[in-house]
């Protein structure tokens, strides 16, 4: 049999894509990003150089402070700039960029590390959310699962979206008036796209060869130290391809990115199944709240007969207690996304659930509380307080969510209350709080039960960091003599390491926490 005439091969359809990690042609539905128009690509290597340059200069070497604030409003404005004239803004998402400013700032207002850190990822998550609402996505409306798709597709846009910008190498000698500049504008692209490139193997074969390092530093005669402009081109390089790759994907979104997809489920839980789940549940937690109450809320009175100290006793039941109210909560949170229908009874038994989850929590804080009165304020009571207040917070949305059969927006409500609690915690100020009630708590003897333990924990608040130096110095000649003794040492050391770290840092790690300290650590008398 004569064999059959080749046939050429058809070109993919258009739903499929080039998986820019893999480079291999996947069916991965419709494309996410379209084809980028030259001028737009040019725009974006330029922005994502600028960006990469105006981070390391910030960033490197620099303590966090304002710093944050001007790269989080340099981000947003890049995105403004590359944003497409056809992506519809939501009027809900109008809270996520004066949000991600709002949590930036605070970076420069408070010098709590805990803090520090927690704010930092805060603004940056926020600055993501705000990129992709400009971009057309729903963030707020969103569901979970469209919030974690969008997260991953962000995700790997920002580690391979650069990869994407070829059509800004292209048509730049179609240019009019383009002639001898036509053929000079191709070099100029090529050497923008290399830079970053560049700019990250130079630096990393300069830290591996001190020959290679001290040839290129001659020949660039930088008044930079050696371990210092490999780095700064490192984080230029790297800072400038993820910024690229975000703003590939804003620039190029297609509608496909902003649906709000649900996660499909090949099986989904029955409705009877998962109430006899949180029947079973709720008799536990309600035999256990009913049976126990007395050891529940115990006071002075169950610790004399269970003879357990103050810290036997909070610490047995506390962590405990909140554990249960977090697994209560995920329970809840799990089943309203795999349960088939929504019953009637079903609500109620996962509102029953909640409230049960109530006094459980109740007594976690009264734990916590009577723990305090005893011993005095930590930053780890502090932020468990916190943590504690905002699980009450999620039990009393998720009420309402349940009942209201508007669960979908469960996860959402927890992250907004999270925001809220958060923006409390920072203005204030887990450090000067615990500093100014141990304080008072010293000089106050009636604030201390018969059985607590009085005095002042010098040595612990002198490990706290700048937010605390203004009330330390304040209460100063106030303390003890052996408290002045062990707080005024610290205090010096303390002023001659912030003046130390004041000379050797610039303008970009400008921290009001650390400035207020500095400046009262100056005027102090010497002890």
């Known amino acids: 049999m004569a064999d059959e005439p080749t046939r050429p091969l058809s070109p993919p359809p258009s739903h499929w894509t080039v998986v820019p990690a893999a480079g291999k042609v996947a ?7 379209r084809r980028l128009d030259a001028t737009v690509a040019r725009r974006i290597v330029a922005i994502a150089l600028l960006m990469g340059l105006l981070g390391q200069w910030l960033l490197v070497g620099q303590a966090a402070g304002i710093n944050v604030l001007l790269w989080t409003a340099a981000i947003l404005l890049s995105a403004l700039l590359v944003r497409p004239r056809d992506a519809t803004f939501d009027r809900l998402d109008a809270w996520l960029p004066p949000a991600a ?3 930036a700032a605070l970076v420069a207002v408070r010098a709590d590390e805990t803090l520090l850190v927690f704010d930092t990822l805060t603004a940056l998550t926020m600055t993501a959310a705000s ?3 400009l971009g057309g996505v729903a963030v707020t409306r969103r569901s979970l699962g469209g919030l974690l798709r969008t997260a991953v597709h962000g995700t790997s846009f920002a580690l391979g979206g650069s990869t994407q910008l070829r059509p800004a190498l292209e048509g730049v000698s179609e240019l009019p008036h383009a002639s001898a500049a036509g053929r000079v504008r191709p070099i100029v692209t090529g050497l923008l796209l290399a830079g970053p490139v560049v700019a990250v193997f130079v630096a990393l074969f300069a830290v591996a060869d001190g020959v290679f390092a001290s040839m290129l530093s001659r020949a660039l005669d930088w008044r930079l130290d050696l371990a210092d402009w490999p780095l700064r081109l490192m984080v230029w ?3 400038a391809w993820v910024v690229a790759g975000v703003l590939v994907l804003l620039a190029g979104a297609t509608k496909e990115v902003a649906r709000d997809r649900p996660i499909s489920l090949t099986r989904r839980l029955g409705t009877t199944e998962a109430l006899t789940l949180l029947l079973a549940t709720d008799l536990v937690f309600g035999v256990f709240v009913a049976i126990q109450a007395a050891y529940l809320f115990g006071g002075i009175d169950t610790l004399a007969a269970s003879g357990m100290t103050y810290s036997e006793y909070a610490r047995q039941g506390f962590f405990e207690l909140v554990a249960v109210a977090v697994l209560a909560g995920g329970l809840v949170l799990a089943l309203e996304s795999i349960v088939r229908d929504r019953t009637h009874w079903y609500r109620i038994a996962a509102m029953g659930l909640l409230i049960l989850t109530a006094p459980i929590l109740a007594s976690a804080a009264y734990r916590l509380a009577l723990y305090q009165h005893a011993y005095g304020w930590t930053e ?3 932020y468990v307080a916190a943590a504690i207040l905002w699980l009450g917070a999620c039990v009393a949305a998720g009420l309402v969510a349940v009942w209201r059969d508007q669960s979908r927006w ?6 907004i209350l999270g925001l809220v609690v958060a923006l409390g915690v920072n203005i204030v100020g887990p450090q000067a709080f615990v500093a100014w009630e141990n304080v008072a708590r010293a000089l106050d003897p009636s604030r201390v039960p018969a059985d607590g333990l009085s005095g002042l924990d010098a040595t612990y608040l002198i490990g706290l960091g700048d937010d605390a130096i203004p009330v330390l110095v304040a209460a100063y000649p106030r303390l003890s003599p052996d408290d002045r003794e062990i707080v ?3 205090l010096l050391e ?4 912030s003046l130390r770290m004041d000379a050797a840092s610039g303008w970009p790690s400008w921290n009001l926490g650390r400035e207020r300290a500095l400046e009262v650590l100056r005027n102090a008398s010497p002890p």
């Not at 991965?28 to 990003?33: I, S």
């Not at 303390?494 to 390491?497: D, S």
């Open 27 to 33: 069916l991965n539905g419709p494309p996410l990003v």
């Open 101 to 103: 400013l709002v949590f």
């Open 131 to 133: 990129i992709a609402a």
């Open 237 to 239: 390089g790297l800072l």
């Open 380 to 382: 780890l009571r502090f």
């Open 410 to 415: 469960l996860a959402n409500a927890a992250a």
């Open 488 to 490: 005024g040492e610290a």
């Open 494 to 497: 303390r002023r001659a390491e």
